[in-house]
T-cell receptor, first 112, second 117 residues
Framework: ETGVTQTPRHLVMGMTNKKSLKCEQHLGHNAMYWYKQSAKKPLELMFVYNFKEQTENNSVPSRFSPECPNSSHLFLHLHTLQPEDSALYLC???????????FGPGTRLTVT | AQSVTQPDIHITVSEGASLELRCNYSYGATPYLFWYVQSPGQGLQLLLKYFSGDTLVQGIKGFEAEFKRSQSSFNLRKPSVHWSDAAEYFCAVGALDSGAGSYQLTFGKGTKLSVIP
């Protein structure tokens, strides 16, 4: 238990669906992150939020839309996804952007 | 930009044997260095970190890692492996990315560890 929770743990969605992933951290951290982990690829950073402000968007397609209402919660809104978007989506948090990151258990997303 | 290389994709060791997982990085200065472990279907758990000071760092679960500046390496070691250590291990480098203009954490591709009983 790292203090970072993610829901749902598993999600199957069609390409025309809209769904959201949720992340919550109980560590009092100020920075939160979304990563994508695909088979045989390094972990890919998607978005970074620091004090609720988005500071990084690593050329992520607009069908992924992050939201950070406060320093403890992070959402990833999904719409019109493609099968290649199937992956494990990991949320992480850290005290500051240059501190060690703590990861949640991930959401296994399958796009059909 | 920094990069991380984990040369071994898959390593198999016998339970009780010693373990060394290799990690090399490329960066113009001394970065922050991390090792994470991931069990199947789980997130990443921080094993240990190096920011500065003593180049031999101790982590959780009996792991240690040594930073060697001359070799740009940060290898992970454990003297006696347990079956529960079977997992995937990721080395990561944290540094200021001059291109992005911000601090970036870059992960290696991971080394999968199998343990023979």
């Amino acid at each position: 238990e790292t203090g970072v929770t993610q829901t749902p743990r598993h999600l199957v969605m069609g390409m025309t669906n809209k769904k959201s992933l949720k992340c919550e951290q109980h560590l009092g951290h100020n920075a939160m992150y979304w990563y994508k982990q695909s088979a045989k690829k390094p972990l890919e950073l998607m978005f970074v939020y620091n004090f609720k402000e988005q500071t990084e968007n690593n050329s992520v397609p607009s069908r992924f839309s992050p939201e950070c209402p406060n320093s403890s919660h992070l959402f990833l809104h999904l719409h019109t996804l493609q099968p290649e978007d199937s992956a494990l989506y990991l949320c992480a948090s850290s005290r500051g952007v240059d501190n060690e990151q703590y990861f949640g258990p991930g959401t296994r997303l399958t796009v059909t | 930009a920094q990069s991380v290389t984990q040369p071994d994709i898959h390593i198999t060791v016998s339970e009780g044997a010693s373990l060394e997982l290799r990690c090399n990085y490329s960066y113009g200065a001394t970065p922050y260095l991390f090792w994470y472990v991931q069990s199947p279907g789980q997130g990443l758990q921080l094993l240990l970190k190096y920011f500065s000071g003593d180049t031999l760092v101790q982590g959780i679960k009996g792991f240690e890692a040594e930073f060697k500046r001359s070799q740009s390496s940060f290898n992970l070691r454990k003297p006696s492996v347990h079956w529960s250590d079977a997992a995937e291990y990721f080395c990561a480098v944290g540094a200021l990315d001059s291109g992005a203009g911000s601090y970036q954490l870059t992960f290696g591709k991971g080394t999968k560890l199998s343990v023979i009983p």
